[in-house]
């Protein structure tokens, strides 16, 4: 399991960087998209990858930190989503406002010139 999850960050973070250095910004966007998804995945295999333990303290059970789920990466990975989203947003009406004042949907705003 842990093989496949190195290999989805892996391939999230190659292609989102390659798709940071392209020309056109929905590209560019779409790039910050899968390195967020890519960070997201790393900050969550960071609290252990397990299978059925309790994400909280049950009353009969000992405490033992084996036998719960770690919640911090999780809050950390939800704290992540929304900023993400938010930054998303962000950059969609900075770049709407863009191609308004230059025309061109190309991050340095020249299309067409060498």
């Known amino acids: 399991m842990e093989a496949i999850f190195a290999l989805a960050i892996g391939v999230l973070t190659g292609s989102g960087v390659w798709l940071l250095l392209r ?16 960070i997201n995945l790393f900050i969550f ?3 252990r990858l397990a299978i059925d333990r309790a994400p909280i303290l049950d009353i009969g059970a000992p405490a033992i930190a084996e036998h719960y789920a770690d919640p911090v990466p999780q809050a950390l990975v939800l704290t992540a989503i929304v900023i993400s989203f938010a930054t998303t947003a962000l ?4 770049i709407l406002a863009a191609r308004g004042l230059t025309g061109t949907d190309h991050v340095d705003g020249r299309e067409g010139e060498t």
């Open 91 to 94: 950059l969609l009406v900075v």
């Open 23 to 38: 020309p056109r910004t929905f590209q560019v966007i779409m790039g910050l998209a899968l390195l967020s998804y890519a």
């Open 45 to 47: 295999a960071m609290g």
